[in-house]
C-alpha cells in the first residue's frame, strides 16, 4: 500500500465543497413546508409500519399516542418522513438517529459506570440526509414544549439555541482530530439545571432497584417477575426457550471480554414488556439473570427490530440483512460510549437488539421543558446531535454548508413551527379515528 500524507488544504476544500452547495440548495429553503396536493391519507402511512407486529397490541400504541400532539409525535416517526422525503437537502449524507426528538436523548452510564449524555434511540437509523435529524428534533421543542406550557416565542427560541449550537459546535468539530472527535463526551457539571435532575434520576436506575420494581422472591427463595399485563407478563414455556437459546447468538456478538462477563450470569426468568410509543406491537422480551449470587441481578432486553421506516425513502442507502445489527452498529457510530452488553440476535425470522435494560437510563420529563431549560436543553441537543453527525459524516463539509450567519437556524425555525402545526392538524385527524374505533369497540 502507497503512503500518501493529506493535502495541507483539504479541511479548506471540503468546508468549500459544503458552503458551495449552498448554490444548489440555498439554506432558506430547508425552511419550506406546505403538504402536498396529493398527499396520502396520514392515517394510511401510519399503517405502513404496522406489518410486523402484534395486531393485539396496535389499541395501546394507538392509546398511548392519543395523550398529547407530542406523544403522536414519537409514534409517527414515519409521517414525517413521508413529508420531507421530496424537500431539498444538501446532499450530505450522515447516519441518522433516526427518531430524533427530546425524549430520545438522556443520561446513561457507559462502561466505566459513568453517567454520560447522548443519543439514546436508535430503531429507525440509517445514512441519510443530515437535516432529517434536524428538522425532526426541531419540531419536537415546538411540540413538547407547547405540552410544558411554554409560549410560541419561546419555543421558536430553543429551536434557534438548538440550531445554533448545532452549527457553533459542528465548526469545533470539524478541526478536531479523528481521534478527539471519537472520544469526544458532552459533558456538563453535575450542578447544571439542564442536567441535574436527569442525572439524578439515572443514578437511582440501577439494577437492584429494576429487581424489585420488576420482580417478586418466592417462598422457595427464588425471584421471578411480576405479571401485570399488558406491561408484563410471563411468556409460554416454547417461547421461554427460545429467547434463552438467543442468547447464545447473542453472545457471539459481543467482544471476548463481554463475553468472560455475561458468561458468568445465568438465566433465572423471561418476560414479554410492554415499551415506548413508536415501538409497541413490537416483541420484546426481558431476562433476568443473576451472577454472583441473588444481588448481583442482570437485566437484559432482546427487543425486535423491524426495517426502519426511513428506508422505502432511503433507496440509495445499504440494505441489511439484520435490522439488530443495523440498529447496534448505528448506535456503535454514533454514540461515544455504549452499552458494553450491546449485541443482536434472531429468533426464527425475526430480528433482535439485545441490550442491558434501563440500567443509569433517564431522559427529559417534556413537562420540565420551560423557562431556562427550554432553552438551555435545546442548545444541549444541538451539540449532542452534531457530535453523532460529525462522527458519521464530512464535519467540515457540513459546517461549510451550516455557515456562520444565523440563516440556518432563521430556516428550521420557520420549519419547526410550521410542520408543528401540520402534526397538530394530523392528530386531529387521528384522534376523530381514535374515538370512533373506541365508540364502535363500546357498542
Known amino acids: 500500500m502507497r503512503l500518501q500524507q493529506p493535502s495541507a488544504s483539504s479541511l479548506k476544500e471540503r468546508y468549500n465543497h ?96 459513568r453517567l454520560i449524555f447522548d443519543l439514546n434511540d436508535f430503531d429507525e437509523t440509517l445514512p441519510g440526509p443530515w437535516e432529517w435529524d434536524v428538522k425532526r428534533l426541531a419540531t419536537s421543542l415546538v411540540l413538547a414544549g407547547d405540552e410544558a406550557g411554554e409560549t410560541p416565542a419561546n419555543c421558536a427560541a430553543a429551536v434557534r439555541a438548538f440550531v445554533a449550537a448545532y452549527r457553533n459546535a459542528m465548526s469545533a468539530f470539524a478541526v478536531l482530530p479523528v481521534v478527539g472527535l471519537a472520544q469526544y463526551r458532552v459533558s456538563r457539571h453535575r450542578e447544571d439545571p439542564v442536567l441535574a435532575g436527569i442525572f439524578e434520576k439515572a443514578q437511582r436506575v440501577t439494577p437492584l432497584r429494576n429487581l424489585k420494581k420488576l420482580a417478586i422472591r418466592t417462598a422457595a427463595g427464588k425471584y421471578r417477575f411480576h405479571d401485570e399485563p399488558p406491561l408484563l407478563r410471563h411468556v409460554p414455556a416454547e417461547r421461554m426457550q427460545a429467547v434463552i437459546k438467543s442468547l447464545a447468538a447473542y453472545r457471539e456478538t459481543l467482544g471476548a471480554g463481554r463475553r468472560m462477563v455475561f458468561d458468568e450470569y445465568k438465566p433465572a426468568d423471561v418476560a414479554f414488556k410492554l415499551v415506548g410509543t413508536g415501538s409497541v406491537g413490537t416483541r420484546d422480551y426481558v431476562t433476568l439473570l443473576f451472577g454472583n449470587g441473588l444481588e448481583d441481578p442482570l437485566f437484559i432486553q432482546i427487543k425486535q427490530e423491524l426495517p426502519s421506516c426511513h428506508a422505502p425513502y432511503l433507496p440509495d442507502a445499504p440494505k441489511s440483512d439484520h435490522q439488530g445489527r443495523r440498529v447496534c452498529e ?29 440500567d443509569h437510563k433517564a431522559a427529559l420529563d417534556p413537562a420540565d421543558l420551560s423557562g431556562k431549560v427550554c432553552s438551555g436543553y435545546a442548545a444541549l441537543c444541538g451539540e449532542v446531535l452534531a457530535k453523532g453527525h460529525a462522527r458519521t459524516g464530512d464535519a467540515a463539509a457540513l459546517a461549510g454548508y451550516c455557515g456562520k450567519t444565523t440563516k440556518l437556524d432563521d430556516a428550521i425555525v420557520k420549519f419547526a413551527v410550521t ?7 394530523d392528530y386531529k385527524v387521528f384522534m376523530k379515528s381514535f374515538r370512533q374505533k373506541k365508540a364502535a369497540k363500546g357498542k
Not at 424537500?87 to 426528538?101: K, R, T
Request: hydrophobic share 40%; charged share 20%.
Open 18 to 113: 459544503g458552503k458551495k452547495l449552498r448554490e444548489a440548495t440555498p439554506r432558506e429553503t430547508l425552511g419550506e413546508w406546505a403538504p402536498a396536493k396529493d398527499r396520502p391519507d396520514p392515517l394510511k402511512t401510519l399503517a405502513t409500519v404496522n406489518p410486523g407486529r402484534i395486531p393485539a397490541l396496535l389499541p395501546i400504541k394507538a392509546q398511548r399516542m392519543s395523550l398529547s400532539p407530542f406523544a403522536f409525535f414519537r409514534g409517527a416517526a414515519v409521517l414525517m418522513t413521508s413529508d420531507i422525503a421530496a424537500l431539498p437537502v444538501s446532499g450530505l449524507i450522515v447516519q441518522l438517529c433516526g427518531d430524533a426528538h427530546v425524549r430520545n436523548l438522556g443520561a446513561y452510564a457507559d462502561p466505566d459506570g
Open 330 to 358: 448505528g448506535q456503535q457510530r454514533m454514540q461515544t460510549a455504549y452499552d458494553p452488553l450491546l449485541g443482536y440476535t434472531r429468533m426464527g425470522d425475526e430480528d433482535y437488539l439485545v441490550r442491558q435494560l434501563a
Open 419 to 425: 410542520y408543528a402545526a401540520q402534526t397538530k392538524a
